[in-house]
């Protein structure tokens, strides 16, 4: 903006030059105005504010809507702060909605240590399992297991199917669906994943006892006296017992 300049008339000087210096300067005022109304005037009534108050205007592009953001905000700089080098997006703090309490504190009750002797259980529901500490599981199975393990590397194995066999009858045993004292044939309930399993077979004649034709299905059993005489499958007396 133009600076606004005027002359003041000379005091007793030629009366014919008052009206025309004060015409001058009440048109060099206009001109400085411009459309400037008294509307607009009174809005600067009251202001104290300072230039340098000012000018931090200087530059801003906001509008108006944008800057009522503000209204009513209530949080310190130190409060406002706490976001900087945030880089989460909207989606990832929403994980957080809902959140009434610490989250490491429920996530601890969660689930214990490894090294935890004890730790409480979460009832589980019709569509959500229960939820067990690894020293809980550990110490179900230990009590579960039934194999003695011993020091060494090799494997342990247990038989996939066995039986005790007396007077030609299937007295008990696991994993089988039947015995045919005709036939002398073992049938197995779940089939075998081949037919190479080993059968070790325990007969109670004092001659021998083989079995063979093996399948997945089952085994066939033959049995004979010390004097190689075979002996009638409804008197077969044996022990078997399955490893695959």
Not at 59 to 76: P, R, S
Not at 156 to 185: I, M
Request: glycine share 10%; net charge negative; aromatic share 10%.
């Amino acid at each position: 903006m133009a600076a606004f300049t005027y002359t003041a008339p000379t005091v007793g000087g030629s009366a014919d030059t008052w009206g025309t210096t004060l015409n001058t300067n009440w048109s060099n005022l206009s001109t400085f105005l411009g459309s400037l109304d008294s509307a607009e005037l009174a809005v600067l009534d009251g202001i104290t504010a300072t230039t340098a108050e000012l000018n931090i205007l200087d530059g801003v592009t906001a509008t108006a809507a944008e800057l009522n953001i503000l209204d009513g905000v209530t949080a310190t700089a130190a409060e406002l702060n706490i976001l900087d080098g945030v880089t989460a997006t909207a989606a990832e703090l929403n994980y957080v909605d809902g959140v009434t309490s610490a989250i490491q504190t429920q996530l601890d009750a969660k689930a214990a240590a490894t090294t935890q002797a004890e730790a409480d259980w979460e009832a589980g529901t019709s569509t959500t399992e229960s939820v067990v500490s690894p020293a809980k599981i550990k110490a179900a199975i230990d009590e579960n297991n039934f194999v003695t393990q011993t020091a060494g590397s090799a494997p342990f194995y247990a038989a996939r199917a066995w039986g005790t066999v007396r007077g030609g009858v299937l007295e008990g045993g696991q994993n089988f669906a039947s015995y045919d004292q005709s036939t002398a044939v073992v049938t197995f309930t779940t089939a075998m994943p081949n037919a190479t399993f080993s059968v070790v077979l325990q007969g109670q004649a004092r001659g021998g006892s083989y079995a063979y034709n093996r399948t997945t299905t089952g085994f066939e059993v033959e049995m004979w006296s010390s004097g190689g005489n075979a002996i009638s499958k409804s008197e077969y007396n044996f022990d078997f017992a399955v490893f695959a």
